[in-house]
């Protein structure tokens, strides 16, 4: 089993940043990419930012540009910085890992999600 623990959201104003990290453990093969996703009430959930171990990152076109997704593949932890904070972006984030088992079987686990507020 593998835990996800984010920590790092909050209120914030407008244009301003809030940095998630997200720390791995347990039993942890191969990974593929670590990601995070949001969701806000009443909509679907949003793919954020992904990135693999080689340092391979994808960005929803809504944050390219304010956001930057790293990780720390050691400690198995990546963070997610965010800039310029808009109304569009409050919502539940979660962090998400995908790994391959030992038989090559693919195996995911998302985190409990952390609340970012952003308001005047």
């Known amino acids: 089993q593998v835990q996800l623990v984010e920590s790092g959201g909050g209120l914030v104003l407008p244009g301003g940043s809030l940095r998630l990290s997200c720390a791995a453990s347990?039993?942890?093969?191969?990974?593929?990419?670590m990601a995070w996703y949001r969701q806000a009430p009443g909509k679907q959930r949003e793919d954020v930012a992904a990135i693999s171990p080689d340092g391979t990152t994808n960005y929803a076109d809504s944050v390219k540009g304010r956001f930057a997704i790293s990780t720390d593949n050691a400690k198995n932890t990546v963070w997610l910085q965010m800039n310029s904070l808009n109304p569009e972006d409050p919502a539940v984030y979660y962090c998400t890992i995908l790994m391959y088992d030992p038989n090559n079987i693919p195996y995911a686990s998302w985190g409990q999600g952390t609340q970012v507020t952003v308001s005047s």
């Open positions: 347990g039993s942890i093969f191969n990974i593929d990419h």
